[in-house]
């Protein structure tokens, strides 16, 4: 019998991880299946460890004027502001301003008795039972995070707080106003210098009003029922559920600050990626602005955003490093059926 041993380089290596421009020209291939190049587009960063091992992007940030995307353009997170709303959170209580286990009423007198009370956590891990603004409330545009605390004020609960998970925008409302009240600042110099200055995101700012200029920022487009491009953008004045505005780049730099300590220590920022307890002792799948998934051996801490000409999701897998970030500026855009596929595209 003769033996050959045959030496492959590492990026033949079988189960080797690809190369930075390997896995950097999948993820464009990816890209070019769900949109076209002359459109709006999206920009997709896939890291390990907190260094990129594959980028792309590709289409426009203005559509009219062929200004194209890059790691650099600023996109509305929509919903993925949840973390940083969390973040806020867990800052003031790692300092001893605040309690997960505090009434909300201690910060939000204007809402009504409860028993059991809601708590802070119950905001956080969407438990509370309280309903949402945006089906209680016209012209939001127009709307403060104020005009949230009093509408859903004296408003019954949908469930009994603490025995249900219902996804719901006003807790994170809520909790915007409580960081201000607790911090005596507004919520988006909070933002600024506890959390954007700190890890280093230059390009990261908090809309507080519609037209409130944003440098660098992609313009919003979607489908519309003919299936046609067109603009669309919708700014609101409440913030907290959404209305960070960041790039690629900078959610990057997120995620090296939650690595790297910057912000909380580890044991506070382990709460973020783990589930909170229903009564009935069962998790609710919401950690602190991230939804809990995966398996036993390959846990994922992930959320999406989606609004008006934006669509947005960031994944942390817990027990590998890898982490995915897809922004969009096209609504229907499958932002999180993309970052599975930029993930599994990172394992080949």
């Known amino acids: 019998m003769i033996c050959v041993l045959l030496l492959l380089p590492p990026s033949m290596t079988p189960g080797a991880e690809p190369t930075r421009k390997q896995l950097s020209a999948r993820l464009h291939d990816l890209l070019l299946s769900q ?6 587009g999206a920009v997709v960063i896939v890291a390990r460890q907190g260094d990129i091992i594959g980028q792309t992007a590709l289409g426009y940030a203005d559509v009219e004027n062929k200004v194209p995307l890059d790691a650099g353009t600023v996109f509305d997170l929509a919903s993925c502001s949840k973390q940083f709303t969390a973040m806020a959170v867990m800052i003031l209580v790692e300092r001893g301003k605040l309690s997960f286990d505090d009434d909300a009423r ?9 028993e059991p009370p809601i708590r802070l956590s119950d905001l956080l891990h969407m438990t509370s039972g309280l309903p949402d603004y945006e089906k209680l409330l016209d012209h939001l545009e127009d709307k403060t995070n104020l005009d949230v605390l009093h509408a859903v004020a004296a408003q019954p609960l949908l ?29 988006g110099r909070f933002l600024e210098e506890e959390i954007f200055d700190p890890a280093g995101m ?12 944003i440098e660098n920022r992609a313009l ?9 491009i067109k603009p669309s953008r919708e700014d609101t004045r409440t913030f907290g559920d959404g209305q960070v505005m960041t790039s690629a780049s900078d959610l990057l730099k997120w995620d090296r600050a939650l690595r790297e300590g910057k912000l909380v220590k580890p044991t506070m920022l382990s709460r973020a990626f783990t589930s909170g307890t229903l009564a009935d002792g069962k998790p609710c799948g919401y950690g602190f602005g991230w939804f809990i998934g995966g398996t036993s051996g390959s846990q994922i801490a992930e959320h999406g955003g989606k609004w008006a000409g934006t669509s947005t999701y960031i994944s942390h897998h817990l027990d590998d490093g890898l982490t995915v970030i897809v922004l969009s500026n096209l609504e229907q855009f499958p932002a999180r059926k993309v970052a599975a596929e930029a993930a599994a595209l990172a394992a080949k």
Do not use: M
């Not at 919003?220 to 046609?228: F, M």
């Open 106 to 114: 201690r910060y939000l007198p204007e809402l009504a008795v409860r």
């Open 35 to 40: 949109i076209s190049p002359a459109g709006p």
């Open 202 to 213: 230059k390009q990261s700012v908090l809309l507080e009003s519609p037209g409130q200029p």
């Open 159 to 187: 469930f009994r707080t603490g025995s249900k998970f219902n996804y719901c925008d006003t807790n994170c409302v809520l909790l915007a106003t409580v960081v201000e009240r607790v911090s005596g600042r507004a919520f």
């Open 220 to 228: 919003g487009y979607a489908r519309d029922k003919a299936g046609e």
